[in-house]
């Protein structure tokens, strides 16, 4: 065990699979009760059903980031089975890779509700009981994208993931109050299903741009995750953390 979550509550938004499903389950390996969260509610059960068989605490909720309801009910299925929720990480997210010249103002939009909205939206219903927790955590995911504005993908998942950090940093002053720390995650290119939507030659142009010359694991993040979810980073907020093999240094 790396860090001590024991007695911790984490909220996964998008957890049914990919650096989501893997951040949960890390955290619980670090003794956290974990509440997945995912769209997709038949993988999202069974995601969570994985880590119950490992002998974890974990279940699964259907939830839609983009739909206050769907988002409460998670919540509260969430507080209702653990007590509470110390640690949130809104890691649900879809990508576009729209051309300039292609892009539809309903693709822009919804890329915008899910991967921007869906954060603050998400945070705002779960604050209450944030406030209540000892030590409070929110970790946004947010990509290398929003930091350089991308090599491949569109300008709405750069739009996004650049306001994601915007909000992280203004929250992390406006939560201080309350202990909240609020930090960001930007990871480059990981191994995940989402990379499929780019051609493989996009793939490999964005390997080319890695230092280290390979692409990230989702494991790579969730030691992130871990790390700004745990008891050794209190005094860490308003950070942005690049994990991405040296494709950024800013
Ligand atoms: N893989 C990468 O290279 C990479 C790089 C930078 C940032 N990211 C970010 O990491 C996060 C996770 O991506 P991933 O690579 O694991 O992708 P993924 O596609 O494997 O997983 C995304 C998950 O989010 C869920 N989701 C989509 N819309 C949702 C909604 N409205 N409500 C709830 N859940 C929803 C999906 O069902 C899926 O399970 C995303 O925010 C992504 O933008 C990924």
């Known amino acids: 065990m790396m860090f001590n979550l024991k007695g911790k509550t984490a909220l996964v938004t998008g957890a049914a699979r990919g650096i989501g499903f893997v951040s949960a389950e890390k955290l619980a390996e670090n003794g956290a009760a974990v509440v997945l969260g995912d769209i997709n509610e038949a993988q999202v059960l069974e995601s969570a059903a994985r880590l119950r068989e490992k002998g974890h605490e974990a279940i699964g909720v259907p939830m839609d980031v983009t739909d206050d309801g769907s988002i409460r009910n998670a919540i509260e299925l969430g507080v209702g089975k653990f007590g509470g929720i110390d640690i949130v990480v809104n890691n649900a997210g879809i990508l576009s890779a729209a051309t300039i ?13 899910v ?15 944030l406030k209540k927790s000892e030590s409070p955590r929110i970790i946004n995911i947010s990509s290398l994208t929003g930091r350089n504005g991308g090599f491949e993908g569109s300008m709405c998942y750069a739009a996004s993931k650049g306001g994601v950090i915007a909000i ?3 929250m992390a002053r406006k939560l201080a109050p309350f202990r909240i720390t609020v930090n960001a995650i930007c990871p480059g290119s990981i191994e995940t299903d989402i990379l499929k939507g780019y051609s493989p030659e996009a793939v490999e142009r964005q390997k080319s741009n890695i230092l280290l010359g390979r692409l990230g694991r989702p494991e790579e993040i969730a030691a992130a995750v871990c790390y700004l979810a745990s008891a050794e980073s209190a005094f860490v907020t308003g950070v942005t953390l690049d994990v991405n093999g040296g494709a950024y240094m800013g």
């Open 115 to 129: 991967n921007l909205s869906g954060t603050f939206f998400v945070i705002q219903a779960a604050l209450a009981h």
């Open 101 to 113: 010249e292609n892009m539809q103002r309903r693709e822009w939009d919804r890329v915008l509700d």
């Open 168 to 170: 992280t940093r203004g």
